[in-house]
């Protein structure tokens, strides 16, 4: 039987209060060992035992992600949180692309961008938790025809900055030229940040909310013919 191996490493971790989801990341992360930590005035000291490369690995994982998390908490000096994939993968295991929440971020008034791994917002880990649930509850009624990444991020973003059916945003995307039909897909047919802004400005107004008035009663209305049929 192989010798364990142990190794001792201090993370910076002030924020007390996010101790405990840490700990679930770290319980995740560190599969092949075991550790044991103690928490004291702003230091974690995480003490990991195994096999020695699961250690030396898991070494690696511990600061990368105790390193990620601190940032993901702590605004940087321009007001941005700093959320790397890895971790938000770790706090959800509904898959969105970090494009789509960026996208969705920034036209619901929380600027945010992407570099790399990185999403860069003035919204907090809590706020990105929220919002990935919402996104994930809005794709999974989309239709087979929304293939594309890109396309999912457009129709993710206007279906979540303006809560309307996708179905409708969809004809009223078609009918406006923003979105066209090739083959069995419906794909973008201007630049993205375009195909979303001109679509939430053209259903924010009046005759538009008047149009998804009457298509709301409609869809009821055909709701109530089938259950009677």
Do not use: W
Not at 29 to 51: D, N, S
Not at 134 to 146: A, G, K, S, V
């Amino acid at each position: 039987m192989a010798k364990a191996t142990m190794k001792e490493i201090h993370i910076n971790f002030p924020h007390k209060k996010h101790l405990e989801h840490f700990i679930e990341v770290l319980s995740t992360a560190l599969k092949h060992v075991e550790f044991t930590l103690t928490y004291k005035q702003g230091v974690l000291k995480l003490r990991i035992i195994g096999e020695r490369d699961a250690v030396i690995e898991s070494v690696n994982i511990a600061k990368s992600a105790g390193k990620m998390f601190v940032g993901s908490m702590t605004p940087n000096k321009d007001g941005f949180y700093v959320h790397h994939l890895r971790l938000i993968q770790q706090i959800s295991t509904r898959i969105i692309s970090i494009d789509s929440i960026s996208s969705a971020l920034t036209h619901s008034g929380n600027e945010s961008f992407v570099r790399g791994q990185e999403l860069f917002t003035k919204a907090s880990m809590q706020e990105v938790q929220y919002i990935l649930s919402e996104l994930y509850d809005l794709i999974q009624e989309f239709p087979r025809t929304i293939r594309t990444q890109t396309m999912k991020k457009v129709l993710l973003t206007i279906s979540y900055v303006t809560d309307y059916p996708h179905e409708f945003i969809i004809d009223k995307g078609l009918s406006l030229g923003y979105f066209k039909q090739k083959n069995e897909s419906i794909i973008i047919n201007v630049a993205p940040d375009q195909c979303i802004e001109g679509l939430i400005e053209k259903l924010s107004d009046d005759k538009t909310k008047k149009e998804l008035n009457q298509y709301i009663k409609e869809q009821n209305s055909s709701r109530r013919i089938y259950i009677r049929d």
